[in-house]
């Protein structure tokens, strides 16, 4: 089968811009949750919505892949998934080393979605000696002196790194120099590298923080709602105290209001 190494994906040469290529992925994850139901076709509309982004971003993100669909039938679900899969290289294998095998690390190692969307992890490294030949996800943690050797061994271009902040750097930098092109750093660090390596950061700190954001903006309005209760309740008391007065001043001297009121 084929390796990393040995093959790119064809997006940057055939002009995909990269907003476009981030939304691939979501794309495909509807589209293979349609195939495991068995739906034949997909319109532009429904499976928009299955992705979260609207129906005309998605005929133009389709459009750099040759996909058009079918008038009144729309997209074939089985060739879509097939057409996605090919442009985001995973009709190959993909080996991935893991560098940092602590909680997160071994999460990652235990994750069962790797294997089914194209990528097989070669290796679990990590630098805490006691860890070495550990059994992680059923396979053994291997020291990282022994790191520029696993990623030559089995062609990785693919590094995934778990580590401490004040770890990352190092850890990428001998990553790179031993060949790997594509890192994946869940580290909370910015990492440094030359042109020609392409890194994802994952910062799940950052994400809970733009949460708490949002959080804290809805709990403002609540609070502001809450705060202009009073005075709307004080207004609707004066409007009915109004009326009352308005009826009393209407009442005859029995008690009762006149049919016709003097002019």
């Excluded at 004040?166 to 594509?182: K, P």
Aim: aromatic share 4%; with cysteine.
């Amino acid at each position: 089968m084929a390796t990393g190494r040995t093959h790119r994906p064809a997006t940057r040469s055939r002009g995909i811009p990269e907003a476009t290529v981030a939304r691939l992925p979501l794309y495909l994850r509807a589209l293979t949750a349609l195939s495991e139901r068995s739906v034949p076709t997909v319109s532009s509309e429904e499976l928009a919505t299955a992705a979260g982004v609207n129906s005309a971003k998605l005929r133009k993100d389709f459009s750099y892949l040759g996909s058009y669909g079918t008038r009144g039938v729309g997209y074939d679900v089985e060739y879509l998934v097939y057409q996605i899969s090919r442009e985001l290289g995973l009709t190959q294998d993909w080996p991935v080393v893991i560098v940092g095998i602590g909680n997160l690390g071994a999460a990652l190692a235990n994750y069962g979605g790797f294997a089914s969307r194209g990528f097989r992890v070669a290796a679990l490294i990590d630098a805490d000696p006691a860890m070495a030949g550990k059994p992680v996800a059923g396979m053994p943690v291997q020291h990282t002196d022994e790191l520029e050797k696993i990623i030559n061994d089995n062609g990785v271009s693919i590094g995934v790194i778990a580590t401490p902040a004040g770890a990352a750097q190092q850890v990428c930098e001998r990553l790179v120099a031993a060949g790997v092109t594509s890192i994946l750093n869940f580290a909370p660090t910015v990492l440094s590298v030359p042109e020609g390596v392409d890194v994802r950061k994952v910062d799940l700190s950052i994400e809970l923080q733009i949460l708490a954001f949002h959080e804290q903006r809805k709990a403002g309005e609540d609070a502001a709602a809450e705060a202009a209760l009073p005075a709307v309740a004080r207004d609707d008391a004066a409007i009915e105290a109004a009326a009352d007065d308005v009826a009393a001043s209407r009442k005859g001297p029995d008690g009762d209001v006149p049919a016709v009121m003097p002019a």
